[in-house]
């Protein structure tokens, strides 16, 4: 049965591969476009994943395409309602997420460029790092309006923290609800006075310096992971919360999830990219959505929007 919707994923590495993975099994979609620069890594990926659909069930095409540095191949991506952008390279131990920032730069603003004249009208989900601002770095490109470009980061952020209590507390994931916020590195703000096991405040179940131990393990969650794959970022739970901000997008879902997005106004803060709540539909971010927090918490919340303010401001220049 055609759904009429379409989904681009441009970058087939382990991140873009496996949100294309997850796209096609959510057979929500009638296509979903994957592609790299690497001459014939998403037409493998696209065919492998396609030979996939009778054991897995899924109807979903999964087309392949290389593109050209000058732009060409991008036609493909013609008529998407989402573009997923994981182009670029990932960290290796040691290196901060902002250490990527010039490489990165150049070739998001290269994909941007061409999703905006052959997608001008889909939604932007952002995850090539650094996060903050990549993602405004795409706005600025493709000049779309800002409700139509958000980055993935605080999904993927929050899924850390409640896996890191639930573990510690030896209780199912299911019976968690953390938050995070801020910025999708140093000035993120785990947001403790949010978090709950089976509706209990976290706060009555671990003393101050655990619940701390459990913000700076969540803080520290991607690198965490580089620091064991030696080569390669984390991709399995990244890739989850793309696909299902994609997702939100193209079922018009109005679901609040934790995002990076455009703030005016909002906690008092304006004319930045931040994590934020906010209720993503077709359009991209509905609006903001915001919750009572703490003294602290809004401090650190202001801090990391000055942390990441000036930085995105820079990026124009990359
Ligand atoms: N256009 C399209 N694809 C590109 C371009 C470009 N201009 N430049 C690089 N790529 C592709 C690479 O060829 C590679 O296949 O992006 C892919 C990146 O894949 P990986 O190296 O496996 O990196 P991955 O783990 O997928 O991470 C991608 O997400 O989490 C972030 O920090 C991470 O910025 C990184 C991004």
């Not at 994923?9 to 496996?18: D, P």
């Not at 969540?218 to 890739?239: D, I």
Request: charged content about 20%; overall charge negative; proline content about 5%.
């Amino acid at each position: 049965m055609s759904t009429g919707k379409k989904a681009t994923v441009v970058g087939a590495g382990f991140y873009g591969s496996t949100t294309t993975q997850r796209l096609a099994e959510y057979d929500l979609f009638d296509t979903v476009v994957l592609t790299d620069i690497i001459e014939g890594r998403p037409e493998g990926l696209a065919l492998d994943l396609n030979q996939s659909r009778p054991i897995e069930g899924f109807e979903t095409t999964v087309v392949g395409a290389t593109t050209g540095r000058s732009g060409d191949g991008y036609e493909v991506i013609e008529g998407s309602d989402v573009v997923v952008v994981t182009a670029g390279l990932p960290r290796k131990p040691g290196m901060s997420r902002m250490d990527l920032l010039e490489v990165n730069a150049k070739i998001v603003r290269q994909v941007a460029e061409n999703v905006a004249k052959y997608a001008p009208n889909a939604v932007v989900v952002v995850v090539s790092n650094p996060l903050d601002e990549m993602t405004a770095l795409a706005q600025q490109v493709t000049q779309f309006p800002r409700h139509r470009v958000l980055g993935q980061a605080g999904m993927l952020d929050t899924a850390r923290f409640t896996s890191n209590v639930a573990q510690a507390l030896a209780v199912p994931v299911s019976a968690v609800k953390t938050l995070t916020l801020g910025s999708h590195g140093d000035t993120m703000v785990p947001v403790p006075s949010r978090c709950t096991v089976n509706g209990a405040p976290l706060a009555d179940l671990l003393p101050p310096d655990k619940v701390e131990d459990l913000v700076v393990r969540t803080r520290n969650g991607g690198a965490e992971v580089v620091a064991l794959l030696k080569t390669g970022s984390a991709y399995y739970a990244p890739s989850a919360a793309a696909a299902r901000m994609a997702r939100a997008i193209a079922e018009d879902a109005g679901a609040v999830l934790p995002v990076c997005a455009w703030v005016d106004g909002e906690y008092g803060i304006s004319g930045v990219y931040l994590g934020v709540e906010a209720e993503i539909g077709a359009t991209g971010v509905r609006r903001v959505v915001e919750n009572p927090l703490t003294e602290p918490e809004l401090a650190a919340l202001r801090e990391a929007a000055e942390a990441v303010r000036a930085k995105q401001a820079d990026v124009a220049d990359l």
